[in-house]
């Protein structure tokens, strides 16, 4: 079975630049997740879809960072203009939904640098 | 809103002994997930603890969890190099599903 598909692996921008992550969950899973991974920290949940639908976004900074789920398969998120604090690895998980056991299943990540 | 705290932040620890981590939560969270990092790699989900006094193991490694005190333990046994890595634990949050994680464990293990 495939797993969480991420791109691109790494990217290294200016500051007021825009970056955009792309996202392809395991096939059939519903609940689809973007996490924010500072270096030394735990993941950090920036947006939650359900099928095609926001279910959670609230600590998602609004003005810089957006995220969409076309289709209810792939996602993008794409951060506009970026700043240093957004340097970080960028997590996308999935899983099959609440009823399951909720295990989340991730990608490898997305990791920008905003110099 | 669910907080989750671990202790300790980093272990130095020598190949054999044995040791535990914690992880503490702040609210209720009906179940308690356990993962692993490597070094630039992504997080591999370790073991889902869904009911008080849940127990799992696997190979060295030993999760159960407490859900009156709030409480899920990570044990490890004999430890070998192989374990060194970051461990992170995770409880779920109200009906969303989200999972919110603790800082993580950063686990070394010397020869």
């Known amino acids: 079975e495939a797993g969480v598909a991420q791109s691109p692996r790494y990217k290294i921008i200016e500051k007021r630049q825009s970056v955009a992550f792309w996202c392809n969950p395991i096939s059939g899973h519903a609940t689809l997740y973007w996490y924010q991974q500072i270096l030394g920290q735990g993941p950090k949940l920036l947006i939650q879809f359900q099928n095609n639908g926001v279910v959670d976004d609230s600590q998602l900074p609004k003005d810089r960072f957006s995220a969409e789920r076309l289709k209810g398969v792939d996602s993008t998120l794409k951060i506009q203009p970026a700043k240093l604090e957004d340097s970080a690895v960028y997590l996308c998980?999935?899983?099959?939904?609440?009823?399951?056991?909720?295990?989340?299943?991730f990608g490898e990540g997305s990791r920008l640098t905003v110099l | 809103e669910l907080k989750v705290e671990q202790n300790p932040l980093f272990l130095s620890m020598q190949e054999g002994k044995n040791y535990t981590i914690y992880c503490n939560y702040s609210t209720t969270s009906d179940r308690l997930y356990w993962y692993r990092q490597d070094p630039g790699k992504s997080l591999e989900s370790l073991f889902v603890l869904l009911s008080n006094g849940a127990v799992k193991q696997e190979g060295r490694l030993m999760a159960s969890l407490d859900t009156k005190a709030r409480l899920s333990t990570l044990h490890i046994t004999a430890a070998v190099h192989d374990l060194s890595a970051t461990y992170f634990c995770?409880?779920?949050?109200?009906?969303?599903?989200?999972?919110?994680f603790g800082q993580g464990t950063t686990l070394q293990v010397k020869p």
């Open positions: 995770a409880g779920r949050s109200g009906n969303t599903g989200k999972l919110i």
């Open positions: 998980a999935s899983s099959l939904g609440t009823a399951n056991t909720g295990e989340l299943f």
